[in-house]
């Protein structure tokens, strides 16, 4: 489900913010200005300059895993592997089974039919080998697994999009990928848990202990990427008992081990960018694509912006708001710009990432692409004003920002009273964006930057 949130600003909020001082310094944040003598004011002639360039890898922390491969003219090619390692389930069903009652073990890449991108009836193939070392902490995008598997697999399969697994699945809104392991794997999982439960406390132990992880492969055909949602390894369990002349038979299905944000996943993604778009990057055009393309940088002209605050507004003023709309035009049919972006200053960057922040309206924004518009609009950049206004020096890391390609998720919050409930959504997560083709031109020079102020008229 696609969530969008709205930036609603009513009229008695245009004079939220004073700022007064009975000196020139216009940084004292005071009472609102009220009365027949306010002025608004608007300035739109600021502008921005920027540049976009390639980039070789992202650090995506998610829980989703792309598989496949697709070649889009006009876009490139674009193909994604996997390496996960798994989570055990701290409680394995040794009281009513042992390690010779797994009789088969599949892994299950779980996904929805709205999560892929392409043909979904061209067939595809998968093939899964084992880790046989724990994965680098660091992993990136751009990750070689040579040296980390053995190349000897443990099990292949040919699926489609659009095929359904079983009448129970069929029912369902979700489809299943399932590769057939060796019983052999599961039974001497199994057989761990019950030599040794402590290997099975969390996922570090366990792959350094039990069983480091597997590498799923896209080993044949192109034509389509899957988002998976959930990746799992299940038991199915046998047991025969006979008493007297009674034979029972118990037949049982555990998923013991799953692929969660607590341990380290990766998808391994190689884009080749079509010669096209590269002559467009190499003349100067800004050419906005992802997974692992480009992203931007630019300047903020905060300072131009403060300039004319102080010089219009006078020794009592109020910023009412101000936003930014960077338009970006479509290039391939079919191929939409990224859904979010994200405006961050440029030191922040690698902090925001690795420690998993979310967005603060005052060094970082983020913007959901506008189709009706074709612009990314930032309409909340007035805390980011007020932190400009209060520095008795700019400095250039204040105001040189990157824009980057994101997915967004949100969490459901809902506040229930007596007589009714309300819904609202608000981001959990903000990770480099990793989930299908996305491409399109931003245009800098077409940027508006929108201030509005409240100014303090003098008495005629």
């Given at each position: 489900?696609k969530?969008?949130?709205?930036?609603i600003?009513s009229?008695a909020?245009v004079?939220?913010?004073?700022?007064?001082s009975?000196?020139d310094?216009?940084?004292?944040?005071?009472?609102?200005?009220?009365?027949d003598?306010v002025?608004i004011?608007?300035?739109s002639?600021f502008t921005i300059?920027?540049?976009t360039?390639?980039?070789?890898?992202?650090?995506p922390k998610?829980?989703?895993?792309?598989?496949g491969s697709?070649s889009?003219?006009?876009y490139?090619?674009?193909?994604?592997?996997?390496?996960t390692?798994?989570?055990p389930?701290?409680?394995?069903?040794?009281?009513?089974?042992?390690?010779?009652?797994?009789?088969s073990?599949s892994?299950r890449?779980?996904?929805?039919?709205?999560?892929?991108?392409?043909?979904?009836v061209?067939?595809?193939?998968i093939t899964?080998?084992?880790?046989n070392?724990l994965?680098?902490n660091?992993i990136?995008s751009?990750f070689?697994p040579?040296?980390?598997?053995t190349?000897?697999p443990?099990?292949s399969s040919i699926?489609?999009a659009?095929?359904i697994n079983?009448s129970?699945?069929e029912?369902?809104n979700?489809?299943e990928?399932?590769?057939?392991?060796?019983v052999?794997?599961g039974?001497d999982?199994f057989?761990?848990?019950?030599?040794n439960?402590k290997?099975?406390?969390?996922?570090?132990?366990?792959?350094?202990n039990?069983?480091?992880?597997v590498?799923?492969r896209n080993?044949f055909?192109?034509?389509r990427?899957?988002?998976v949602?959930?990746?799992?390894?299940s038991f199915?369990?046998?047991?025969?008992?006979?008493e007297?002349?009674?034979?029972?038979t118990?037949v049982?299905?555990?998923?013991?081990?799953?692929?969660?944000?607590?341990?380290?996943?990766?998808?391994?993604i190689?884009?080749?960018?079509?010669?096209?778009?590269?002559?467009?990057?190499?003349a100067g055009?800004?050419?906005?694509?992802?997974?692992v393309?480009?992203?931007?940088?630019?300047?903020?002209?905060?300072?131009?912006v403060i300039d004319?605050f102080?010089?219009r507004g006078g020794?009592?003023?109020v910023?009412?708001s101000?936003?930014?709309?960077?338009?970006?035009?479509?290039?391939v049919s079919?191929v939409?710009p990224?859904?979010y972006?994200l405006?961050?200053?440029?030191?922040d960057?690698?902090?925001f990432?690795?420690n998993?922040?979310?967005p603060?309206?005052?060094?970082?924004f983020?913007?959901?692409y506008?189709?009706t518009?074709?612009?990314?609009?930032?309409?909340?950049?007035?805390?980011?004003?007020?932190?400009?206004?209060?520095?008795?020096?700019i400095k250039a890391?204040d105001?040189t920002f990157?824009?980057?390609p994101?997915q967004?998720?949100?969490e459901e919050?809902?506040?229930?009273g007596?007589y009714?409930?309300?819904?609202?959504?608000?981001?959990?997560?903000?990770?480099?964006?990793?989930?299908?083709?996305v491409?399109?031109?931003?245009?800098?020079?077409?940027?508006?930057?929108?201030l509005?102020?409240?100014?303090?008229?003098a008495?005629?």
């Open positions: 489900m969530f969008r949130i709205l930036h600003i009229a909020s004079v939220a913010l004073a700022l007064s009975c000196e310094n216009a940084n004292t944040i005071g009472s609102s200005l009220t009365g003598n002025e004011l608007v300035d002639s300059s920027g540049n360039y390639r980039i070789s890898s992202i650090e998610t829980n989703h895993q792309l598989i697709v889009i003219p006009g490139g090619t674009l193909s994604s592997d996997v390496v390692q798994f989570l389930s701290t409680m394995l069903d040794t009281k009513n089974f042992k390690a010779s009652d797994v009789d073990v892994l890449l779980t996904y929805f039919p709205y999560n892929i991108y392409g043909d979904s061209a067939p595809l193939g899964v080998y084992p880790l070392k994965l680098p660091d990136k751009d070689d040579n040296g980390y598997y190349t000897s443990l099990g699926y489609n659009s095929s079983d129970i699945t029912k369902l979700y489809r990928i399932n590769v057939k392991l060796p052999e794997l039974q999982i057989q761990a848990y019950i030599d439960s290997n099975f406390l969390n996922g570090q132990v366990f792959s350094e039990v069983f480091p992880g590498y799923i080993s055909g192109s034509g990427l899957t988002n949602s959930a990746t799992g390894v199915y369990f046998t047991k025969i008992t006979t007297e002349e009674k034979t029972d118990t049982s299905e555990h998923q013991y081990m799953l692929a969660t944000p607590e341990i380290i996943s990766n998808n391994i190689k884009y080749n960018m079509d010669p096209s778009l590269e002559a467009k990057l190499n055009d800004d050419i906005f694509v992802a997974p393309g480009t992203e931007s940088e630019f300047t903020f002209p905060i300072k131009e004319v102080k010089t020794k009592q003023a910023i009412n101000l936003s930014m709309q960077i338009p970006v035009d479509s290039l079919g939409t990224p859904p972006v405006l961050i200053l440029k030191k960057r690698e902090a990432f690795d998993n922040k979310l603060d309206n005052k060094t970082s983020y913007a959901e506008n189709s518009t074709g612009s990314y609009n930032f309409s909340g950049l007035r805390y980011y004003f007020s932190e400009m206004l209060d520095k008795t020096e890391e105001y990157q824009f980057i994101v967004v998720s949100f919050l809902v506040n229930s007596y009714s409930s309300t819904t609202q959504y608000t981001e959990s997560e903000v990770q480099p964006y990793a989930l299908s083709p491409l399109g031109q931003l245009h800098f020079d077409k940027a508006k930057i929108k509005i102020f409240s100014r303090l008229q008495n005629q």
